[in-house]
C-alpha cells in the first residue's frame, strides 16, 4: 500500500529476538531466585547442624551420668553378694568325695551366685530404661 515493503523473515527476525531477550531476562530473574533459595538452605543447613551437635553432646552427657550410675549399682550389687556368699559360706573345709545329697553351704553359694546375677541384671535393666527415658526427652 504505502510502498514499503518489510519482509517476512525480518517479522521473524524480530519476534525471536525479543524472545530471546526475554528468555534472558527470565533466566536471570530465575538465577537470581535460585541464589536466594540456595543462601536460604544453607542457613537452614548449619542451624540444623547446630540442633545436631547440641544434641550429640547432651546425648554424650546423659550416657555418661547413666553408664556412672550404673557401674556404682553394679559395684555395690557385686559387693553385697560378695560378702553375703563368704557370710553364708563359713565353713572352709572340702568336702571329701562325691556326696548324694548337696552340702547346705553350697545350695547357699549357689543361690548366691544366682541372686547376684538376676540383681547385675535387674540393674542393668533399670539402668537402660533410665537411659532411654532420658534420650527420648532430649531435643
Not at 534472558?24 to 540444623?48: M, P, R, S, T
Not at 547432651?58 to 563368704?86: D, F
Amino acid at each position: 500500500m504505502f510502498g514499503l515493503s518489510i519482509p517476512i523473515s525480518w517479522y521473524i527476525y524480530a519476534a525471536l529476538s525479543l524472545a530471546a531477550i526475554g528468555g534472558i531476562g527470565y533466566g536471570k530473574y530465575q538465577a537470581v531466585k535460585y541464589e536466594a533459595f540456595k543462601a536460604q538452605v544453607e542457613v537452614l543447613g548449619k542451624v540444623q547442624e547446630a540442633k545436631v551437635e547440641s544434641i550429640t553432646k547432651q546425648q554424650a552427657i546423659v550416657t555418661k551420668g547413666i553408664e556412672n550410675e550404673y557401674n556404682a549399682k553394679l559395684a555395690a550389687v557385686r559387693n553385697y553378694y560378695k560378702s553375703t556368699s563368704v557370710w553364708n559360706n563359713a565353713s572352709s573345709s572340702k568336702t571329701s568325695g562325691i556326696s548324694a545329697a548337696p552340702n547346705l553351704s553350697d545350695v547357699i553359694t549357689a543361690y548366691n551366685v544366682l541372686a547376684g546375677q538376676c540383681a547385675e541384671t535387674t540393674a542393668q535393666t533399670v539402668a537402660l530404661q533410665d537411659w532411654i527415658k532420658q534420650q527420648v526427652g532430649i531435643k
